[in-house]
């Protein structure tokens, strides 16, 4: 029931792109990105709700293809505060429960 | 606009001996969250609470766990006794809470209790 995240691991230089996928063997009601810096809380990226959909924030955005139960997450011209861990958390009914993926470690270099 | 407290950040405890965390939620968010997170791993949900009512607790090791949330405010999470195995971080989360369109609900998480049991 737990999403899987892949990559496990990526290390960039600033200003590339990278791309981490978040897929679930669940219908999925939606999808949440969160970003979690070493000894920090994990950090609200965003949501999304219904197939097809994208959003951005800054320079990271997602997708949401409901049909293959997974979702995208887009980080252009990444920058050193980008680094950090990827959650994608996936709710496979309409309820309150939130389940995680096991993360996508992302270091940005200069 | 003040974030999920939480307390202790850290605590080291023997094993046997027994351990508490308290959060205070987002002032007006009606569901709290208690979280396990292993090293390296993504967060796993222990106890949901909505207001006072434990909503969700089927992953809460009951036989050494307990959580209460008084007044559907404050939470405590206490392990009595405390496992080698209960290593983790401890997150609190909380939301603004609504049945009926759970899916979008989102949370925000509190800085955790870091336990190490030796």
């Known amino acids: 029931q737990q999403p899987v995240q892949s990559p496990q691991a990526v290390i960039l230089r600033e200003g590339e792109d990278a791309v981490i996928n978040c897929s679930s063997s669940?219908?999925?009601?939606?999808v949440h990105w969160y970003r979690q810096k070493h000894g920090e809380a994990p950090v609200f990226l965003m949501i999304?709700?219904?197939?097809?959909e994208q959003k951005g924030h800054e320079k990271i955005s997602a997708s949401f293809n409901e049909k293959k139960q997974q979702s995208s997450l887009y980080l252009t011209a990444s920058q050193l505060s980008y680094s950090g861990t990827y959650f994608c958390?996936?709710?496979?009914?309409?309820?309150?429960?939130?389940?995680f993926g096991q993360g996508t470690t992302l270091q940005v270099k200069p | 606009e003040a974030g999920v407290v939480q307390s202790p950040r850290y605590k080291i405890i023997e094993k046997k001996q027994p351990v508490a965390f308290w959060c205070n939620p987002i002032s007006g968010h009606n569901t709290l969250y208690w979280y396990r997170q292993n090293l390296g791993q993504g967060p796993e949900l222990l106890i949901r609470?909505?207001?006072?009512?434990?909503?969700?607790d089927s992953q809460l090791p009951k036989d050494r766990f307990s959580a209460e949330r008084l007044k559907g405010v404050d939470s405590t999470l206490k392990i009595q006794p405390a496992e080698l195995g209960d290593s983790a971080v401890y997150l609190c989360?909380?939301?603004?809470?609504?049945?009926?369109?759970?899916?979008?609900?989102?949370?925000?998480f509190g800085p955790g209790t870091r336990l190490t049991v030796l």
């Open positions: 669940k219908a999925l009601y939606s």
């Open positions: 989360a909380s939301s603004l809470g609504n049945a009926l369109v759970g899916s979008t609900d989102t949370q925000y």
């Open positions: 609470y909505e207001n006072e009512e434990a909503v969700d």
């Open positions: 999304l709700l219904k197939g097809g």
């Open positions: 958390g996936t709710h496979p009914g309409n309820t309150g429960k939130l389940i």
